[in-house]
């Protein structure tokens, strides 16, 4: 496995735009996802200005379309990956193998590491990487604390910050928090010499940890977007959600892949982040931006493991009632929805490596290395339908998910110890 702890140069928003459009638009369909470069083919303005004629224009949508089902054929057959930070052009989204990964750090020895969790969102991911951190802290003798805010929103953030930095840790392992929340807190901790690791964040838009431990959901968002590409041919209305403050959304990606396909259409709104745990307000506001943007056949999702019944509910009393919500992140709802067939497909990665990666973070730091940069992490991520979806329980989805790549495997020699049954046994 690669040691990697550089940080890559970041490309503007405009640049990566164009190098995904030469990479996703060209004349002819890719022939392989692996043997594809950045540059993608030759660029093709008139599909990026609309100045095509009709005919060229229905070829550089078909091929569009083309390129989207075979990154959907090989994601299908085996994870893909890429960088984990941002847009990537389709050159960059290649099969991914555990060593593509940075190489795990050695174990720190002779000091007991004292980590505290933080979280402020009471369902879904956080409370379950918390767990997670917790059963595998243990085994590798270190004392993990949870702080849970007492309320999800952003003084609840502050204070449970400000509480585990009295508490006196090494380190502090903030479980989707956004920066901005609580940067009072991060100055102070890096003043106190208390080292602060993101889960479900990225430094270019979230700037303040120490330490970043990014899900790879742009690609993930691209996937989603080359499905709705495919399932359309070429011809979907989309709308995507997002909150703000949440840099991790990446909804940019899968907006940026859309408007490569010049024969559909789509248009981001952001909701309230309090808006996806109160399903009441979500259904409301799902239910009125659907009807402000009639003819919408899809509806992407911000998080797969924030409540979904609302939005399924104002589908369900909208005048379409075909439009189909799509999402990542297999979390147990998630699944569940796919396996009844509410949902076509989730795209992932291992929500369990997350926190493996967070510690080794924490290991890193600890031991006065520098941390990875968040860029340098290469996931594998995946989609599931309704007929290879597994039971819609945590212990069932990781299983599965290291049944098909083991991530784990590597890091388990590096430390020394076995963490399989220790993280199959969270379920919450």
């Known amino acids: 496995m690669k040691d990697i702890g550089v940080r890559y140069p970041l490309r503007t928003r405009s640049a990566r735009r164009n190098t995904l459009m030469q990479a996703l638009i ?30 060229s224009n229905g070829g550089v949508v078909a ?37 593509a ?7 720190a020895t002779g000091k007991t590491i004292r980590v505290d969790v933080v979280y402020t ?17 243990a085994k590798l003798n270190w004392k993990i604390k949870v702080f849970q805010a007492a309320s999800p929103t952003q003084q609840g953030a502050l204070t449970v910050m400000q509480q585990a930095i009295l508490d006196k840790p090494n380190a502090i392992i903030a479980a989707v928090v956004p920066a901005p929340y ?13 080292y602060t690791v993101a889960i479900h964040a990225d ?6 940890y120490d330490a970043y431990v990014p899900e790879g959901e742009g690609i993930q968002k691209e996937i989603l977007g080359a499905w709705i590409v495919a399932n359309s041919g070429g011809k979907g209305k989309t709308l995507l959600v997002s909150a703000p403050g949440f840099a991790d959304a990446d909804v940019p990606a899968a907006a940026q892949f859309l408007q490569g396909c010049s024969g559909c259409s789509s248009k981001t709104v952001q ?48 005048a379409d009632k075909t439009v189909q919500l799509v999402m990542n992140t297999a979390a147990p709802q998630s699944i569940q929805l796919l396996k009844a067939g509410q949902v076509p497909m989730v795209v992932h990665s291992p929500e369990a490596m997350l926190a493996v990666l967070a510690l080794d973070q924490v290991n890193r730091l600890v031991q006065g290395q520098k941390a990875l940069a968040g860029d ?16 819609p329980t945590y212990s069932a989805i990781t299983a599965a998910q290291l049944k098909e790549n083991d991530w784990l495997a590597p890091y388990e020699k590096a430390w020394g110890v076995s963490l399989k049954d220790a993280i199959l046994s969270v379920n919450s």
Not at 182 to 194: S, T
Not at 203 to 208: A, I, T, V
């Open 376 to 391: 340098a992490f290469r996931l594998p991520i995946t989609y599931w339908t309704k007929d290879n979806a597994p039971d």
């Open 101 to 107: 990964m940075p190489a795990p750090s050695a174990l």
């Open 203 to 208: 430094e270019p838009s979230d700037p303040g």
């Open 121 to 137: 969102y009471p369902v879904g991911s956080p409370p379950y990487l918390a767990h997670l951190i917790q059963a595998i802290g």
């Open 182 to 194: 609580v940067m009072q807190a991060l100055q102070q901790a890096k003043a106190e010499g208390i």
């Open 63 to 99: 091929a569009y379309v083309s390129q989207s089902q075979q990154l959907l054929n090989t994601a299908a057959k085996a994870a893909v990956t890429g960088p984990s930070v941002g847009t990537a052009p389709l050159g960059e989204i290649v099969p991914w193998s555990a060593s």
């Open 271 to 318: 909701f309230n982040p309090n808006v996806f745990l109160d399903p009441t307000a979500e259904q409301s506001n799902i239910a009125a931006t659907l009807t402000a943007n009639p003819g919408t056949q899809y509806l992407l999702w911000a998080e797969g493991a924030v409540p979904l019944q609302g939005a399924l509910n104002a589908i369900q009393q909208s």
């Open 26 to 55: 060209g004349s002819t369909a890719l022939a392989a996802l692996a043997a594809c470069s950045s540059s993608g083919g030759t660029s093709t303005s008139q599909a990026s200005t609309g100045a095509a004629t009709s005919s």
